[in-house]
């Protein structure tokens, strides 16, 4: 019998008394309950309501043992377009007699009424009682129909519950909103179907409650859990969105702050401001400032180099600038503003050879070098910040040096050197005020410990197109040997910024070694420093392997799926898989299948190993690696903005700052962002909606359509197409999916029943890639597009046509 328990074409819903009842009943499918059915309502009789969207016409119930019993319509009867038949087919009208019910406990006068949206009657229940209203809302809902429905309600009503059937986009939006959402489920006992409202909080657990438990208050509906959540619920938050650039402001003199604001927290000043963003017109607006510290003073103009965001309260009916840190101007940048201008005094008081450094007032006599180990660096923690016109929020000493270490880090990221200037205008104006003392002392405190396989950061750093003046005392605080036999340092710092772009690239590669300062032995330790970029070329021939050797090629699959989760993996990930993919590079450079340079002892190497074992060794990474990149999505950090440039000059000074301004936000960008999430839906062996996409309610589908093909354009024959996974509203292939594998250089299937093949096969793919624990992969069953090519040239010459 149970293999027709969920046998939904079967009629399994009917109302009692007449085609306009709404009184449901759900017919029990054993013959036993049927029998006992029959015995305590013998003068029910039944029909395909007009309320479930029947005919009207009468229903008989028909007994079987052999299979599950069920109503009938009588052999006489028109042909019935009744689309839902199963147990949940009456579940609005179960719900509209269980809150009838609870209305006439509670002696709460109201009304109750079944709405149709355009699906059918039992899209919603609609209650309203006093000024209160209830949805109960069954059928599917977008945004923007959910949002209409919210406002046409509110018109009418002072407060409105919406209760969800199943779970979507709005509940999570309300979940975000509120802590909370409600949801309504039905289940059978008998012949009816038993009402339960739920609460689901935020870790996403859901607590039931029996309709008949619940309360109806000037509030809304009560369950014990709902009035637990809203009484430790903090009021909401207003909606918070980031600010692309710096921006300045100046406080305005004696500025009226609103008594009651949505935008005034704890810990916070909230003071009114003169605000301009970068290319844009100064506005007046309310700004939120760290409240760890005294406000500001008036007469000051203050830039904010980041890390802003704009505050907006529902409807847009207001906003406010929140602000992390900022630092004070000088005078010369404040007036280039127009935000102030110096009074004649002033100006003919102040002198003009101060930096903007000293005109910053300091309390702390700056301290002497010391010897090993290097003292903590300067900040602008040293500066009084009780003083006038000192900088009313700045980075603490070990925030500086985090700073300038990732700004440094992105650099070598990019392959790019770098300049003082430019680090000032990224990690902030605090720089700038440093003295060559503390300059040397915070670099120091960047590149400490000293370590053989890391590169020292500061050897990006340029001055007039040389290395800095001073390095030279930063290494011998660092412990560099042998750099007082040196005047110049100009080899050791190239040698030392190849480390760094190799060690840092995207993806990290194999680092020559450091450049030996010992008197008599200037090279490094694969041979003479002039010689050193020549003593790495690719094997010779005598080394090669063929190309088609399966265990090369899933070497190279498994080396490209590396770089494709590179981005979005741990730091603990990163260095388990940084030392076996270096080996295996360096093994395909050695026997020609890459492009690279080896150094003696990585040639030495790779020539003991076989294919074979890198292969196994990536395999067995890979495992690793993939259950890491599930974990990512709710993991914030900083990755690569886009494809990153081939040469130190290939980037302009403009778009290395532009990067470094996104890394330093830590924004990632839609395919990243996409990709993290298809990874997390295949680990947990399901598929996804398109709508339920991250973004996918901000930009069009022909964004969409390219953010995949970004997701999919490094795919081998060992990596699955992430891209199958996504479902239209059905359940089905999206309509581009057959535009995109052709744009990934597949053979388009012409028929739809090859497509569906194609994409039940990759997402089989998938979900073996990405499971706990991987496995096989099936074979993929759509052919390049060359080798389709290629099958139908041996086809047609097998055939005889020319």
Not at 717 to 737: A, Q
Request: proline letters at 8%.
């Amino acid at each position: 019998m149970s293999q027709h328990a969920y046998d939904h074409r079967l009629v399994q819903t009917a109302v009692v008394g007449h085609s306009n009842s709404d009184l449901p009943v759900i017919l029990p499918m054993d013959a036993h309950e049927l029998d006992l059915w029959r015995k305590s309502h013998p003068a029910y009789t039944y029909w395909c309501g007009l309320q479930l969207g029947g005919c009207g016409g009468e229903l008989s119930d028909k007994r079987y043992t052999d299979k599950v019993c069920h109503f009938a319509h009588h052999p006489s009867a028109p042909v019935c377009h009744r689309t839902a038949n199963g147990e949940s087919s009456a579940d609005h009208l179960f719900i509209k007699q269980g809150v009838r019910r609870l209305l006439n406990r509670e002696r709460v006068q109201g009304s109750v009424r079944t709405t149709d949206l355009g699906t059918g009657p039992g899209d919603a229940v609609d209650v309203r009682f006093g000024d209160r209203h209830l949805r109960f809302q069954l059928s599917g809902l977008d945004y923007r129909a959910w949002r209409r429905a919210a406002d046409e309600l509110a018109a009418e009503a002072e407060g409105i519950d919406w209760i969800f059937s199943t779970d979507g986009p709005i509940t999570q939006d309300l979940l975000g909103r509120h802590g909370y959402c409600l949801r309504v489920r039905c289940e059978t006992v008998g012949g009816e179907r038993r009402v339960q409202i739920g609460v689901e909080a935020r870790d996403r657990v859901v607590s039931w409650a029996a309709l008949e438990d619940c309360e109806l208050t000037a509030s809304g509906i009560m369950t014990p859990q709902v009035e637990q959540i809203r009484l430790s619920q903090p009021p909401p938050k207003p909606f918070a969105f980031p600010v692309q650039g710096s921006l300045v402001f100046a406080l305005v003199p004696a500025g009226r702050t609103p008594v009651t604001s949505p935008f005034a927290a704890e810990g916070r000043h909230l003071l009114v401001a003169d605000v301009k963003p970068v290319d844009s017109p100064i506005v007046r607006t309310l700004v939120s400032l760290p409240g760890d510290t005294e406000p500001p003073p008036e007469d000051h103009v203050y830039r904010v180099p980041d890390g802003a965001r704009i505050l907006v309260t529902e409807n847009g009916g207001s906003w406010a600038v929140e602000v992390k840190r900022f630092v004070r101007l000088n005078a010369h940048e404040a007036q280039r503003t127009g935000l102030w201008t110096p009074s004649p005094l002033s100006e003919a008081k102040r002198p003009e050879s101060k930096s903007a450094a000293e005109l910053v007032p300091r309390h702390v006599e700056e301290p002497t070098p010391a010897p090993d180990p290097p003292p903590p660096p300067p900040s602008s923690t040293r500066r009084d910040t009780s003083a006038p016109g000192a900088p009313a929020t700045q980075l603490s000493e070990g925030e500086l040096v985090s700073a300038v270490r990732e700004a440094l880090i992105t650099h070598a990221r990019l392959r790019s050197t770098t300049t003082w200037g430019t680090l000032t205008r990224t990690v902030g104006a605090e720089l700038g005020g440093l003295s060559r003392s503390e300059r040397e002392r915070l670099l120091v405190a960047v590149d400490t410990p000293l370590r053989d396989e890391t590169p020292v950061l500061s050897g990006l750093i340029r001055y007039d197109g040389e290395p800095l003046p001073y390095l030279a005392q930063v290494l011998v605080r660092l412990g560099v040997p042998y750099v007082r036999e040196h005047i110049s340092l100009k080899r050791w710092a190239a040698v030392e910024t190849e480390r760094a772009f190799a060690v840092h690239g995207t993806p990290p590669r194999d680092a020559p070694p450091r450049y030996s300062l010992q008197p008599g032995k200037q090279s490094t330790s694969g041979g003479d420093a002039r010689s050193w970029p020549k003593a790495a070329k690719t094997p010779e021939r005598k080394h090669r392997i063929p190309q088609n050797d399966p265990d090369v090629d899933r070497v190279r699959s498994a080396i490209k799926e590396i770089d494709r989760l590179w981005p979005w993996l741990s730091s603990n990930a990163h260095r388990e898989l940084k030392s076996p993919r270096t080996d295996a590079h360096r093994w395909l450079v050695f026997h020609g299948h890459q492009k690279g340079t080896l150094t003696r002892s990585g040639r030495r190497k790779a020539a003991t190993q076989s294919a074979a074992q890198h292969a196994k060794i990536l395999t067995e990474v890979l495992a690793a690696a993939r259950k890491d990149a599930t974990k990512a999505e709710g993991r914030t950090r900083s990755r690569p903005a886009g494809k990153q440039p081939t040469a130190a000059n290939s980037k302009p000074a403009g778009a290395v700052e532009a990067a470094l301004a996104s890394v330093s936000a830590a924004r990632v960008n839609s395919a990243e962002r996409l990709t993290r999430q298809l990874i997390a839906v295949a680990a947990r062996g399901t598929t996804i909606k398109l709508l339920d996409l991250e973004d996918a309610q901000s930009i069009p589908e022909r964004s969409i359509q390219r953010c995949l093909r970004a997701v999919d354009s490094k795919v081998t024959s060992e990596v699955p197409l992430l891209s199958s996974l996504v479902t239209d509203s059905n359940g089905e292939p999206v309509r581009f999916f057959r535009v995109l594998l052709g744009e990934l250089g597949f053979a388009v299937p012409q028929t739809d029943t090859a497509l569906s093949k194609i994409w039940r096969r990759e997402q089989e793919r998938c979900h073996a890639a990405y499971g706990t624990p991987p496995r096989p992969l099936p074979p993929r069953i759509v052919p390049t597009e060359q080798r389709r090519t290629t099958l139908e040239l041996d086809a047609k010459e097998a055939s005889g046509n020319p």
